[in-house]
């Protein structure tokens, strides 16, 4: 089992490689989830890429098979940066592409910002640049209090998918999973996404930017995703219809296929 040794425990991730040998590979691709999801969530997205890149994903701290951190662990944006790129060299990365979903999507953003030299390009899925403006995110606690861990993703799965969205196989799946989720690691994780405003920094971002965005976030309206485009000159964006904050599980082939376009855009010049 593939482990990323850190000081404050060890992060599990896998690497894909299928590339074929006809072609010059790619740069590698690292994905980062959010909070309720796991490095599985991404293997929608290998069909698209694996002919090309070295695909790796983890397990962030507090959840899967990474370190699990006790209630008075001290979580931070820098922590969460220090991980990826702790994962990054443990898989012998040294400068690729940086994928991104919600508090995902956010730390990626704080990568960018902080080691521009090893970000090829930076996607951000239903992520923002700033936790201030997020919605609901207030009644988590609660659902916990009532429900455990097993409650909070029910009441959550609305919020992940359009009734239908998903067929009910891949509903109860994920919802399965997102209950694995320790109540800790839920709320602290939360703490730091809430905290987070990248927005004086942005600018130090260097390397070109993919937005992806569902068009029914219950959490972070598209607005919020409009400004940070704004924020970003040359950064593209595209909001998916009838999506809302499960997008890169319930929309991985259409999110794959315009990430596959803007790699193959951005290595070709």
């Not at 309720?36 to 070295?54: E, I, K, N, Y």
């Amino acid at each position: 089992m593939p482990l990323a040794q850190t000081k404050q425990g060890p992060l599990h991730y896998e690497t894909l490689d299928h590339t074929v040998a006809w072609r010059t590979p790619g740069l590698p691709v690292l994905f980062h989830h959010g909070i309720g999801s796991s490095s599985a969530l991404w293997r929608g997205w290998t069909p698209a890429l694996v002919d090309r890149h070295r695909l790796t994903s983890f397990d962030m701290r507090g959840c899967g098979r990474s370190h699990i951190p006790g209630p008075e662990f001290k979580w931070s944006l820098d922590l969460m940066v220090e991980d990826l790129f702790a994962v990054a060299d443990a898989a012998g990365h040294e400068r690729f592409h940086l994928v991104g979903e919600s508090i995902g999507g956010t730390v990626a953003l704080a990568a960018a910002i902080a080691r521009p030299d090893r970000i090829a390009t930076l996607t951000v899925s239903n992520g923002a640049h700033l936790g201030a403006t997020l919605g609901r995110v207030h009644v988590w606690r609660k659902q916990l209090d009532e429900g455990g861990e097993k409650g909070w993703s029910r009441d959550f799965m609305p919020d992940r998918f359009h009734p239908g969205g998903v067929d009910p196989e891949r509903w109860a799946w994920f919802e399965e999973q997102q209950a694995k989720w320790p109540r800790d690691s839920i709320l602290n994780a939360l703490g730091v996404l809430v905290g987070a405003d990248l927005t004086p920094r942005l600018g130090e971002i260097k390397s070109s930017v993919l937005l992806l965005h569902p068009d029914g976030s219950p959490f972070i309206p598209v607005p919020v995703m409009a400004e940070l485009h704004r924020l970003l000159p040359g950064s593209r964006l595209q909001i998916f219809a009838h999506a809302r904050h499960g997008l890169p599980f319930s929309h991985a082939r259409e999110c794959s296929t315009v990430f596959r376009s803007f790699l193959d855009s951005c290595e070709t010049g």
